[in-house]
């Protein structure tokens, strides 16, 4: 019985049996009891499926995983300590030292710092594009040594919404897959592997969990990309892994699984950015009213931007739902029931009126998040882009004042008059 994105929402991932909870258990184990040494030592040669120890697996983290990767229509899923974590994974998992990744420029600073700074001391190489890039410039930016490619459905801040389409023939035409950043639309609004993407990863603090409660991310694997056919690009999965006896991670696992299981056995074991179970609980009680709440958030922000566009001391509005949006038409194609509540914007005044509207805000809080159901509100430049020069904010869709409004799940009425004062305020 295939079901819908709302029933999943629900009911997706944990099924109790007979006498069992209802409502998903908290695991909270670092460990588990064996009979024997020898079936332990199965678990450890990844010859048997169980838990020995909670840095990589746990059983609420893994029910929770289930929902995510239905969600998405994925054939595997891991949780991860944060949207950072997250992304680091995905890459990492396949990427090293010598090796390249081309990217989206209009992505999410923590990411973008994650590539530019930290992953190339690590040896990576990272040539970022524009999303709306010329086919040529696309197709020039491959080297012999690329890995993957990777962008953001809806760019944060700047909102742009990513061609998954295009960028992933791009990607399977030089055999590399493309990993997607679903944060902003969340599967309800957009499941980018039916359009191409072969892995996505969440940053599940924001709109899965929607209350500010939990700090989490999650990769979830199409488990369609043929590792196998670029065997010499992939070895990590494609030949023996000496830490775990030689096993074939595509041989063992097959394409559905290889991937997952990889990021678990080894990058898990190693880093250890795991979700507590606790998260991971608070997570899932956000996931089954994920589907209500997405609706509200973009009722509210496409009559925000619609406001905001209207109003004389406001100059510039993004907000791709809007008719006469830049990206407005890959909008009606990839999100076609809703984007995001996430209006980006700029005021007269720059810095300064940028500053003076956000302190007048009486419903809206300034505070380092986004896609919350209470309304917040953030100045890019001065916050979580903060490290970017300013061709680098430009380059990334960011102008030096943009503002970032994230419309909660308020009464929209409300929120108008709020926007409306502050205004006034400027």
């Not at 994105?5 to 908290?26: L, W």
């Not at 488990?223 to 494609?238: E, K, M, S």
Request: hydrophobic share 40%; glycine share 8%.
């Amino acid at each position: 019985m295939s079901k819908s994105i709302e029933t999943i929402c629900v009911q997706g991932g944990y099924q109790p049996k007979n006498g069992e909870p209802r409502q998903v258990p908290i695991i909270q184990s670092t460990t588990f009891k064996y009979d024997t040494s020898e079936f332990m030592g199965k678990l450890f040669d990844l010859e048997e499926a169980g838990y020995f120890y909670t840095r990589l697996q746990n059983p609420t983290n893994d029910n929770v995983a289930a929902k995510i990767c239905e969600l998405e229509g994925g054939s595997a899923a891991m949780l991860t300590s944060s949207g950072q974590a997250a992304s680091f994974f995905s890459v990492f998992n396949i990427a090293g030292v010598g090796d390249h990744i081309v990217a989206s420029s209009e992505l999410y600073g923590g990411t973008y710092n994650l590539f530019a700074v930290t992953m190339k001391r690590m040896g990576i190489e990272f040539t970022f594009l524009p999303s709306d890039c010329s086919d040529a410039e696309l197709e020039a930016a491959f080297e012999p040594n690329t890995k993957a490619v990777f962008g953001e459905t809806i760019a944060n801040p700047a909102l742009t919404v990513f061609d998954i389409e295009r960028w992933a023939q791009a990607a399977h035409a030089h055999g590399v897959p493309l990993i997607i950043d679903n944060t902003f639309p969340t599967p309800v609004n957009c499941r980018p592997i039916e359009w191409g993407a072969d892995i996505v990863v969440h940053s599940t603090t924001k709109y899965m969990d929607g209350h500010g409660s939990a700090v989490g991310g999650c990769i979830v694997d199409a488990g369609r990309f043929d590792w196998n056919a670029h065997a010499d690009r992939f070895p990590g999965l494609t030949t023996p892994d000496e830490s775990y006896h030689g096993v074939v991670y595509t041989e063992r696992f097959g394409l559905e699984g290889a991937f997952i299981t990889k990021a678990t056995a080894q990058l898990m074991r190693d880093f250890g950015s795991t979700q507590s179970p606790q998260n991971a609980f608070l997570l899932n009680l956000g996931l089954e009213s994920l589907h209500l709440r997405m609706k509200q958030h973009c009722i509210n922000g496409l009559a925000v931007a619609e406001y905001l566009s209207a109003h004389p001391k406001v100059v510039q509005v993004k907000y791709c739902d809007l008719p006469g949006d830049p990206y407005h038409e890959l909008a009606l194609k990839y999100l076609p029931g809703g984007s995001c509540g996430v209006v980006s914007f700029r005021v007269a005044g720059g810095r300064a009126g940028a500053e003076q509207f956000m302190k007048s805000l009486k419903l809206g809080q300034i505070a380092t998040h986004v896609a919350d159901a209470r309304t917040c509100v953030l100045h890019p430049a001065n916050a979580t882009h903060r490290q970017m020069s300013d061709e680098e904010l430009t380059a990334a869709g960011i102008e030096p004042d943009m503002i970032r409004l994230s419309c909660g799940i308020e009464a929209t009425a409300d929120l108008l008059a709020d926007v409306k004062q502050a205004l006034e305020a400027v």
